[in-house]
Structure formats: structure tokens, C-alpha cells
């Protein structure tokens, strides 16, 4: 049962931006941290963004001062807002919550979205 579902992929060229958002299919009611994973073609997964319980945000180098990760508490909702996008961030982008879902407190993770750059 996926309880997490990943929107607002798309193409986009060069320079252009993009804002992922993620929805829980229910309330978190406590997590440990939220995260942003991609995976381009022929490529393992790799971290974006970190948001920890605590408030800190962790960005992967390649995406500093570039992507954006934000949660809103009132929707319920997780965002990544890419800004300036490059060919090499063409991928899947996944989210992912350790928390409390569904009554089960586990790594949870959406189906992805798909981002592509062009050149």
C-alpha cells in the first residue's frame, strides 16, 4: 500500500524550475526525518534533501542554493522546489518519511515522479 504519493514532475528545460510535493495518505503524527531521494537512469538512488525532527535541512552538494525542501504542517504536506534545473538532475524523484503512518512507525516511501531536464 503505497502511503506516499510524489507530484508535480515534469520536463522542463535548462535553467527552469519545478516543485515537487509530497502527500502522506494520512497524518504523520511523529517522525524522525523526512527526505528527498533521486535516481537518474542507470544510476543508484541518491539523497537530495534531509528535513530532521529538529528543523535542520541537508542538502546533497550538487543541489545547494539551487532546490528547496519545506514542509507544511497545516496541509500536510512536503515540498522540494528545484530552481535552475540542470540536465543532471533528470531522474525519479522520491520522497520518504521515517515517522508514524498508518499505524506503523518505518521508513515510508511514494511510487516517484519523474523530472526531466532538458539541454
Known amino acids: 500500500q503505497v502511503q506516499l504519493v510524489e507530484s508535480g514532475g515534469g520536463l522542463v528545460q535548462a535553467g527552469g524550475s519545478l516543485r515537487l510535493s509530497c502527500a502522506p495518505a494520512g497524518i504523520i503524527s511523529i517522525f524522525n526525518v523526512m527526505r528527498w531521494y533521486r535516481q537518474a537512469p542507470g544510476k543508484q538512488r541518491e539523497l537530495v534533501a534531509s528535513?530532521?525532527?529538529?528543523?535542520?535541512?541537508i542538502y546533497e552538494d550538487s543541489v545547494k542554493g539551487r532546490f528547496t525542501m519545506s514542509r507544511d504542517n497545516a496541509k500536510n504536506m512536503l515540498y522540494l522546489q528545484m530552481s535552475n534545473l540542470k540536465p543532471e538532475d533528470t531522474g525519479v524523484y522520491y520522497c520518504?518519511?521515517?515517522?508514524?503512518?498508518?499505524?506503523?512507525?518505518?521508513?515510508?516511501w511514494g511510487q516517484g515522479t519523474q523530472v526531466t531536464v532538458s539541454s
Open positions: 528535513l530532521e525532527r529538529g528543523g535542520r535541512t
Open positions: 520518504m518519511i521515517t515517522g508514524a503512518l498508518g499505524g506503523q512507525f518505518k521508513d515510508h
